[in-house]
């Protein structure tokens, strides 16, 4: 394997990133590849961006050809030296677990007990049957595979919500106003939510309606109020994952486009004794109205 590079000017040439495909067909390791660019006269830190943005693109392509939606750009908590915590201003939030595929992260102490109290005393006038988007028309139905109550607070509907959406998004990095109000929901025992996905399914006839207010959702915050006695976890099917339900905590994943290959797959487990109260904050592509 060799390349040669335009290294003094550090400049990332098509020539470059064709190269760099190239390579990645050939069956080189990453590390592999890296070493040669370096060797070549490029810095680390451009090798690295170089490769990493030009496989990025090689694979969406890919992807694309074979009929799969683009990937667009997503939220992304500031992880890649593996903190154990992240400043966000207000608060100190422990980085519990982090993995890669599915984009799944689990944060510690996102929420202070007073917090969570305080959405669970302002949601209790307003809680209903949980409703879901319906997809063929745009609108909301009630869905037997979700059995909760729940209710919605506008975006920075009061000094709480917006303190929360602020942290939110200086923590995994997106704007405050792309995401929808919080959601407040309760789970009693026996209730649950089935694995579903909650990005809109391009293919149903309501999905370009909804997306006019936003765009795709591209990540999921969920943060958990009020801790069951038994059950009630947040599980990802596809990797046998299952985050615990403790309060003050929240489980963050995002996905980049709107399709299975994410493994974006969850649900809520039922809740076996005790109730579950957790907050749900979707973030969109775009500012959401």
Known sequence: MSTSTQGTRQQVTPELRKWIVEQAQAGHSAESVLKAMIASGWTEDVAVDAMESTLRGHLNEQAVAQGLPAAVPVPEPDVAESPLYLDVGDRKVSVLQSMHDPRVIVFGGLLSDQECDELIELAKPRMARSLTVATKTGGEEVNADRTSNGM????????????????????????????????????????????????????????????????????????????????????FPDVHLEVAPKRGNAVFFSYERAHPTTKSLHGGAPVLAGEKWIATKWLRERKFE
């Open 152 to 235: 919605f607070f506008q975006r920075g509907e009061n000094e709480l919500c917006r303190r929360i959406e602020e942290r939110i998004g200086r923590l995994v990095n997106w704007p405050v106003e792309n995401g929808e109000g919080l959601q407040i929901l309760q789970y009693m025992p026996g209730t649950e939510y089935k694995p579903h996905y909650d990005y809109f399914d391009p293919k149903e006839p309501g999905t370009p309606t909804i997306l006019k207010r936003g765009g795709q959702r591209v990540g999921t915050i969920i943060m958990y109020l009020a801790e069951p006695e038994k059950g009630g976890g947040t599980v």
